[in-house]
C-alpha cells in the first residue's frame, strides 16, 4: 500500500444516537490495537516479508503504516483478509518525523526497534496529549542503558549506538512504552537484558510471542521481570502471526449491553484478560457468562449497585475502561468512588456526563459519582479515545437523542463502532453538519476512505 495522508479526507464528525434501545444479539471484537501497532513496530527487527492477521481497519493503524513506509520499508494491507505485510529487508531511512509522530504518540515505539535493527534512529518526541504529560524519560533511559548515546534537539530524539550491550534495567513505573521500546532493542543487543517493575499487560505478551516467534529469546513476558537473550539478526525469520482480540474493545461493548439491560455475545475475546473488570461488573449486578473459551455472554436485568475503582496497572482495573464504568456508575444505585491513578487528567468525561443529567463531583483523580435515575441526551463532545466511546455508552443508555462531537478521537479505537452498534439494534449513525449527510444510514460505515 503507498503512503497516503489521511488529514485531508473527508470523514463522519459526528455520530448520533437515539438512546433507550436495550442492546441483543452478537459482536465479534477486532484485533487490540494496542497489540498491533507494537507488532508493526517489531517487523522492523527482521528481514524478510512478515504477515500479521486480526489487524483492525483503525486511523491509527494507517498512521503507524505511514510511519513504517516512511522509512523506506514496504507494506500492503489486504482488507479483506484483515492483514498486513511489512517486507523490511531494507530500512533506508531512520527518521520518523513529527507530522506522523504528533499525530499518533504510540508510533514512538520505532524508537527502540531502529536502535536494535539500525544502530540509529531520529524519532520526534510525542509530546502530551488529553490525558496527561505522558513523559518518556524511561523509554530513553532504558536505551541508555542498554549503551544507546541519546540527544534531545528540536523535538526529536537522536539515538545512536556501536553495539548494544544486555543489562539490569529497573523502572520506577511498569510503563507498557518503555518495556516495549526496551524489550525491542534487546533483541538484537549482546548479552541479556533484565526488565524489572515490567509492564503486564496481555499486549506485552503478545509482543514477546511475536518476537519469540520470529526467533527472539524472550522469557517471563505477563511478570514483572522479563529477560531478553540477545539474538543475531540472522536469528529472526519472518513470520504470520494473529493478533490478539482487543479487551478495551470488549469492555466498551460489555458496557453498553449491561447500561441499556441488553442481553449478547462478545465473540473473538480472552475473557481472562478483562478478570478485574469482570469482577467489578459483576459486583454491580451484571451477569457475566463464559460460553466459550473466546465468547461470554454478558446481560443486566436489574438497576446497578454502585462500586468504587481504582485504575492500575495490569492486572488491576484498566485506565482504558475507567470511562466506561463511570458512564455506568452515572446510574447505579448509590455513591460510587472512582479514582484514575495513572493519567493525570483522564476525566475528560466527567464534564459531558453531567450535561446528561449525571451527578458526579470530581476532586483531582477522584471522582464521586452520586447515581441518578437515567441520564438524558444532550449535544457532547469527545476530547479523547476513551472518554469519547464513554459517552458512545451514555448515550445508548440516555433518554432522548444525544450527538457527539469530534468523532476521530474514537475512529482511532474502534473498528466499525457504528456498523457494530446497529447490528445490535442501536439507533447511531454518523453524519457530517455542513453537508446535512446521514453516512450510510442501512449498511453501517466501513469507510472506503479510512486506508
Ligand atoms: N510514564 C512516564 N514516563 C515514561 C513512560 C510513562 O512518566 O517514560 C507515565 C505516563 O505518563 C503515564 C504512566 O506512566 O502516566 C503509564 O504510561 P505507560 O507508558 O504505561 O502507557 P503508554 O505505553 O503510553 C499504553 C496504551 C494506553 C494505556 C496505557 C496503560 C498504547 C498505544 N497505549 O500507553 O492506551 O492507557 O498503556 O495501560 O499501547 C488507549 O488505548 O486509549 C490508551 C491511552
Given at each position: 500500500m503507498p503512503f497516503r495522508d489521511i488529514s485531508e479526507e473527508k470523514l463522519p464528525e459526528k455520530i448520533r444516537i437515539v438512546g433507550g434501545k436495550q442492546l441483543k444479539g452478537e459482536v465479534h471484537i477486532s484485533g487490540a490495537k494496542n497489540a498491533v501497532l507494537k507488532l508493526m513496530a517489531a517487523a522492523?527487527?527482521?528481514?524478510g516479508e512478515t504477515k500479521i492477521y486480526n489487524v483492525p481497519e483503525l486511523s491509527d493503524v494507517v498512521i503507524m503504516l505511514n510511519v513504517i513506509e516512511q522509512l523506506g520499508v514496504k507494506t500492503s494491507y489486504d482488507r479483506q483478509e484483515k492483514s498486513i505485510i511489512i517486507n523490511a529487508t531494507d530500512i533506508t531511512n531512520v527518521t520518523a518525523s513529527y507530522d506522523l509522530v504528533s499525530r499518533m504518540r504510540?508510533?514512538?515505539?520505532v524508537l527502540g526497534a531502529l536502535v536494535g535493527r539500525c544502530k540509529e534512529a531520529v524519532v520526534a518526541l510525542p509530546g502530551g496529549c488529553a490525558i496527561g504529560e505522558r513523559k518518556v524519560d524511561f523509554h530513553i533511559k532504558g536505551l541508555e542503558a542498554l549503551g544507546t548515546s541519546i540527544k534531545i534537539e528540536n523535538g526529536y530524539v537522536h539515538a545512536k549506538v556501536r553495539k548494544l550491550k544486555g543489562c539490569d534495567i529497573y523502572l520506577d513505573i511498569p510503563s507498557v512504552g518503555a518495556t516495549e521500546n526496551i524489550m525491542l532493542a534487546a533483541v538484537l543487543a549482546e548479552g541479556s537484558t533484565r526488565i524489572q517493575n515490567a509492564a503486564q499487560e496481555p499486549e506485552i505478551i503478545d509482543l514477546a510471542n511475536f518476537l519469540n516467534a520470529m526467533g527472539a529469546d524472550i522469557i517471563g513476558a505477563g511478570t514483572s521481570e522479563i529477560v531478553i537473550n540477545g539474538v543475531k539478526i540472522e536469528n529472526l525469520k519472518p513470520i504470520e502471526y494473529t493478533t490478539i482480540p482487543d479487551r478495551i474493545e470488549a469492555g466498551t461493548y460489555m458496557s453498553a449491553f449491561i447500561a441499556t439491560r441488553g442481553k449478547g455475545i462478545i465473540r473473538n475475546i480472552f475473557p481472562n484478560h478483562l478478570t478485574f473488570f469482570n469482577s467489578k461488573l459483576t459486583k454491580m449486578g451484571a451477569d457475566i457468562k463464559l460460553i466459550d473459551p473466546t465468547s461470554i455472554e454478558v446481560s443486566c436485568k436489574k438497576r446497578l449497585e454502585a462500586v468504587n475503582i481504582i485504575t492500575q496497572p495490569y492486572?488491576?482495573?484498566?485506565t482504558d475502561l475507567q470511562s466506561m464504568a463511570m458512564a455506568l456508575a452515572t446510574v447505579a444505585d448509590g455513591v460510587s468512588i472512582i479514582t484514575e491513578?495513572?493519567?493525570?487528567?483522564?476525566?475528560?468525561q466527567v464534564p459531558e456526563l453531567r450535561k446528561m443529567g449525571a451527578d458526579i463531583h470530581q476532586e483531582r483523580n477522584h471522582a464521586l459519582v452520586k447515581g441518578v435515575k437515567c441520564l438524558t441526551g444532550a449535544n457532547l463532545k469527545a476530547s479523547d479515545l476513551r472518554a469519547g466511546a464513554s459517552l458512545v455508552v451514555a448515550a445508548l443508555m440516555a433518554e432522548g437523542t444525544s450527538t457527539i462531537d469530534n468523532i476521530y478521537h474514537i475512529n482511532r479505537g474502534y473498528e466499525l463502532i457504528e456498523h457494530k452498534f446497529k447490528m445490535l439494534g442501536a439507533d447511531i449513525v454518523k453524519y457530517n453538519d455542513d453537508e446535512n449527510d446521514i453516512i450510510?444510514?442501512?449498511?453501517g460505515n466501513y469507510s472506503e476512505s479510512q486506508l
Open positions: 522492523l527487527l527482521c528481514k504510540a508510533s514512538f515505539i492486572p488491576g482495573f484498566p491513578s495513572l493519567y493525570e487528567n483522564r476525566f475528560m450510510n444510514q442501512n449498511k
